[in-house]
């Protein structure tokens, strides 16, 4: 696995346009992008369609065609890598959740590992999304910090050097946000 410094270089070869660095970046980063992706991948039920290999692959795809992007360092990159498999499995919900014929069949997938965490069906990401959606409207930095901690699997220190803001501001603002995202998806006040 590379180091952060090894990254940093390689996402500055990239903004630099030197040839091969993409592809050096990708194969140096892929495995964290593999826990990314596994991690997104936790929160949803078992018969989903997409495994973490393909998730990988498909955030590669919508990546590269944002190389002018200024990915200022790994965590920065991570983030960005992020979202983009958030817009992949959410585009994927709301695609099999459209389809009017074969909606009971039995999907096959080739990931057959076995895995735990806390599952979120196809219904449930739309509505995350959706919130997160209005949690962005109503304050960007808020939904910024969402993305990168729960999207991104970030720690509170390295969400809040990307967003330039105190550790204490973060912890603040991932309170708050929260709070949002409880009272959208239940309509109930939180308890802290």
């Not at 939904?143 to 999207?151: A, P, T």
């Amino acid at each position: 696995m590379a180091t952060r410094a090894e990254i940093t270089q390689l996402l500055a070869e990239v903004r630099q346009g030197e040839p091969g660095a993409v592809d050096q970046l990708f194969s140096a980063i892929y495995q964290e992008l593999r826990v990314l992706a596994r991690r997104q991948l936790h929160r949803r039920r078992p018969g989903q369609t997409m495994d973490t290999h393909a998730l990988v692959h498909e955030a590669y795809l919508k990546l590269v065609g944002q190389l002018a992007s200024e990915w200022n360092d790994r965590a920065h990159f991570l983030a960005v890598a992020a979202v983009a498999m958030r817009h992949i499995l959410v585009d994927d919900a709301r695609r099999r959740a459209s389809q009017k014929r074969g909606a009971n069949a039995p999907v096959v997938t080739l990931d057959h590992s076995k895995q735990g965490g806390v599952s979120v069906d196809t219904a449930e990401l739309i509505a995350l999304d959706q919130a997160l959606t209005a949690l962005s409207a109503a304050n960007e930095r808020l939904g910024k910090l969402v993305e990168l901690r729960f999207f991104g699997g970030l720690t509170i220190q390295e969400a809040a050097t990307i967003l330039d803001i105190s550790e204490r501001t973060a912890k603040r603002e991932w309170r708050k946000a929260r709070a949002f995202l409880y009272r959208a998806l239940y309509g109930e006040e939180t308890s802290s």
